[in-house]
C-alpha cells in the first residue's frame, strides 16, 4: 500500500494536502481497497463552512457506502466533479486523480495534529 509521506492522515481514513491554507482532500490507498470497486461519489457541500470530522458527502462502492469525514474544520471551495463520470479515479488514483474536495483551511495548525505517514502506516498494518 501506498502511505505518501508529504500528506496528513484521519484515523478515518482520509488524507490531507495543505498549500497554505488551502487543502486537498481524498480517502487513503488502504480506504479504497477496504471499499472495493467504487462505483460513485455524492458530495454537495460545496460552499459550506463545516467543523472538523463533519460528514461532507459519501463514497458508494459495490457493496457499500461509507461516509467522508472533513479532517479539519474550514469551508469546501471545490468539488471533483471528474468523479461523477470516472468514480474508479479513486481506486486508480486515490491520491492524484482520485482527489474529492478542495477547501480553505480554518486553522493550519490543525492539520499538522493530524498523524504522519507512519503513524497512519502503523494503525492500519
Do not use: C
Not at 57 to 69: H, M, N, P, Q
Request: charged share 20%.
Amino acid at each position: 500500500m501506498n502511505f505518501p509521506s508529504n500528506l496528513r492522515y484521519t484515523k478515518d481514513h482520509e488524507w490531507i494536502q495543505l498549500d497554505g491554507n488551502v487543502a486537498t482532500i481524498g480517502i487513503t490507498d488502504f480506504a479504497q481497497r477496504e471499499l472495493g470497486d467504487i462505483v460513485y461519489v455524492d458530495i454537495n457541500t460545496a460552499g459550506q463552512s463545516l467543523e472538523a470530522e463533519t460528514v461532507f458527502g459519501t463514497v458508494e462502492a459495490v457493496k457499500t457506502v461509507s461516509d467522508l469525514f472533513l479532517p479539519v474544520a474550514g469551508t469546501i471551495t471545490e468539488v471533483n466533479s471528474a468523479l461523477n463520470d470516472k468514480p474508479e479515479s479513486v481506486n486508480n488514483d486515490p491520491y492524484g486523480e482520485g482527489w474529492m474536495i478542495k477547501m480553505t483551511v480554518n486553522n493550519p495548525a490543525d492539520v499538522e495534529a493530524l498523524m504522519d505517514a507512519a503513524a497512519y502506516q502503523a494503525s492500519v498494518e
